[in-house]
Structures are given as structure tokens and as C-alpha cells.
């Protein structure tokens, strides 16, 4: 018979590098798991325990109402949708103007310095025209705010006025 600590034996269990399942060299090093936590009773485990507290009762259910909470998702998504177009229109008025300028003063010099008329060149009328574009910019950026964005936000304004309306009435019980 051998030895449950014979080196020969190549199923000795309390051999950790022979062992079936693998072995974890820090486990010594680890903190032991922790006890299952199990929720205090309900009565006092001492007599100079003071008595359990009761449960704190659940808050009131708020009724809900037949119309859709302020601000409707679909309405401000809408809206966001407006701005986000309306910003893009008048950034790229005014940038791309004024990237093309740049690139035509890197790449076309003598597109540039070519003149129009009488000792005008092209790259002092288009410098010029940065003005007036800027201006277009600030006119298209007014005029998709007037039609486009201004609005959804007043129909949203409306509906959040008549919700806040209505759930002051709900709340004085009229």
C-alpha cells in the first residue's frame, strides 16, 4: 500500500501540481469570499435591543394623465433636427465661402492675381465679397430660424403651457 504522500504516485490528491482541477498558485494571497449577508431579523436578537423600526410606508402613485408628458420625445427630437439643419446652413454659407477663398489664394495665384478691370484683381473682389456672404449667412440663418425652427418651438411652448395648465387644475381638484 502506499503512502498518500509517495512521490511515485502520480494521483497523489494532495499533490496541488498532480491534482485533477486546476490549481491557483495565489490563492493564499486572496481575501476569503465573503459570508452571505442575510437580512436582520425582525425581532431584537438582544433584550437591550431597541425594538425594529417598521418599514417606511411606499410614496403615493402619482395618477397619470390621458396626454402626453411635457416635452414629447418625437417633438423635441423634431426640433433639434431643425436647429441642427439650421446651424449647418449658415456655418457652411459662411465657411465654405471662405474656404474657397482660401484655396484659391493657395492653389489658382494667378487666378488671383489676374485683374477684372482696370488694375482690380480677382483676390481683392473676392476678399470683398467675404462681407456681403457673412451677411447672407446671418440672413439665411434668420430665415430658417423664422421658418423652420421658431415654430415647432412655439407649438412645443403652447403645449407645455396647456400641460402645466392642466396639472395645476389636476392638483386643486377643479
Not at 26 to 41: C, Q
Not at 93 to 104: D, K, Q, R, S
Not at 127 to 147: K, S
Not at 163 to 168: M, Q, S
Amino acid at each position: 500500500m502506499s503512502s498518500p504522500y509517495d512521490p511515485h504516485n502520480r494521483h497523489n490528491e494532495y499533490d496541488p501540481y498532480n491534482s485533477r482541477e486546476p490549481h491557483d498558485p495565489y490563492d493564499s494571497f486572496r481575501p476569503p469570499a465573503p459570508a452571505s449577508t442575510s437580512p436582520p431579523p425582525s425581532y431584537a436578537t438582544y433584550p437591550w435591543q431597541p425594538p425594529v423600526p417598521p418599514e417606511p410606508p411606499a410614496p403615493p402613485r402619482h395618477l397619470t394623465s390621458d396626454h402626453p408628458p411635457l416635452g414629447h420625445h418625437s417633438d423635441l427630437r423634431i426640433l433639434r433636427g431643425a436647429y441642427r439643419w439650421q446651424r449647418r446652413v449658415a456655418t457652411l454659407t459662411a465657411l465654405g465661402y471662405f474656404t474657397l477663398f482660401l484655396i484659391l489664394s493657395a492653389f489658382a495665384p494667378g487666378f488671383m492675381t489676374g485683374t477684372i478691370t482696370d488694375g482690380l484683381p480677382a483676390g481683392l473682389v473676392l476678399a470683398l465679397l467675404q462681407l456681403p456672404v457673412t451677411w447672407l449667412a446671418i440672413a439665411l440663418y434668420e430665415h430658417t430660424a423664422r421658418n423652420y425652427v421658431d415654430p415647432i418651438a412655439d407649438r412645443i411652448r403652447k403645449e407645455s403651457a396647456l400641460d402645466a395648465r392642466r396639472e395645476a387644475e389636476r392638483r386643486t381638484g377643479r
